[in-house]
C-alpha cells in the first residue's frame, strides 16, 4: 500500500525566503505526481503535475522535482510572499487514483 | 473551460438523518468523478470513485454510497448519518489527457452531524 508522508507538517518563513517542501513515497510505481494548494476552508488548487517520465515542472516561482527512486518529490517556492500562506498536499497518483500526504501547513510572514 | 460545481457549501445535519450532497461539472464530457473526505487532523481520503454512468467503485467501507445518475453528476449519500461522518467532502474531476490524469477539485461541503 503507497504512504505518503510530507514533512515538516508546519513550516513559518519571513517573506522572501525560499521554501522547499518534501514530499516522500514508499512506491515507486506511480503514474504521476500532483502538488495541490489548500486555503482554509478551501477546496484544492492544482500546481503542479510531474509524470512519472519526467523529473521536474516549473509554473513560475514553482518548481517541483521527482525523484522516483528515492521516492521523493520537493517543491520549490522561490522569494515566498504573505499569500503563499496555505497548505500544500502532494498526491500520487496510480492510475486515476490519488493518495495524499497529511499535507505542510506555511505561514510566510510580512 | 471546465467548472465543478458542488452544493451545499455547509450542512448541519443531526445523528441519523440522511444525507444527500450533489457535485455537478461543466465544460467536459465522459469525466472520471471522485467524492474524497477530509476529516479534521486527517488527511484527504478516496471515498469512491467513477468512470461512467453507473459506474462506480468504494474505496473505503463506510456508511456512504454514492450514485452518477448522469454523466456530469455525482451524489454521494447517507441513509443515516453518524457522528464520524462530519468532515469536509471534496468532489474531483479528471480526464485522461495525453500521458496523465490530472484532478480538479470543487470547493468542497463541510458536513458537521450534531
Known amino acids: 500500500k503507497q504512504e505518503v508522508t510530507q514533512i515538516p507538517a508546519a513550516l513559518s518563513v519571513p517573506e522572501g525566503e525560499n521554501l522547499v517542501l518534501n514530499c516522500s513515497f514508499t512506491?515507486?510505481?506511480?503514474?504521476?505526481l500532483q502538488w495541490f494548494r489548500q486555503d482554509p476552508g478551501k477546496g484544492l488548487t492544482s500546481l503542479l503535475l510531474?509524470?512519472?517520465?519526467?523529473r521536474e515542472q516549473t509554473s513560475g516561482r514553482l518548481n517541483a522535482s521527482l525523484d522516483k527512486s528515492s521516492g521523493r518529490s520537493t517543491l520549490y517556492i522561490a522569494a515566498s510572499q504573505p499569500g503563499d500562506s496555505a497548505t500544500y498536499l502532494c498526491?500520487?497518483?496510480?492510475?486515476?487514483?490519488?493518495?495524499f500526504g497529511a499535507g505542510t501547513q506555511v505561514v510566510v510572514t510580512p | 473551460s471546465q467548472t465543478i460545481h458542488q452544493w451545499p457549501a455547509t450542512l448541519v445535519q443531526p445523528v441519523g438523518s440522511p444525507l444527500s450532497l450533489e457535485c455537478t461539472v461543466e465544460?467536459?464530457?465522459?469525466?472520471?468523478l471522485y467524492w474524497y473526505r477530509q476529516a479534521a487532523g486527517r488527511g484527504l481520503q478516496l471515498l469512491f470513485y467513477?468512470?461512467?454512468?453507473?459506474?462506480i467503485s468504494s474505496e473505503v467501507p463506510q456508511n456512504l454510497s454514492a450514485s452518477r445518475p448522469q454523466d456530469r453528476q455525482f451524489i454521494l449519500s447517507s441513509k443515516k448519518l453518524l457522528l464520524s461522518d462530519s468532515g469536509f467532502y471534496l468532489c474531483a474531476w479528471s480526464v485522461r489527457g495525453l500521458t496523465s490524469y490530472e484532478q480538479y477539485f470543487g470547493p468542497g461541503t463541510r458536513l458537521t452531524v450534531t
Open positions: 465544460g467536459t464530457s465522459n469525466p472520471n
Open positions: 467513477s468512470i461512467g454512468i453507473d459506474q
Open positions: 512506491d515507486s510505481a506511480i503514474y504521476n
Open positions: 498526491a500520487l497518483d496510480s492510475w486515476g487514483k490519488l493518495q
Open positions: 510531474i509524470q512519472s517520465s519526467q
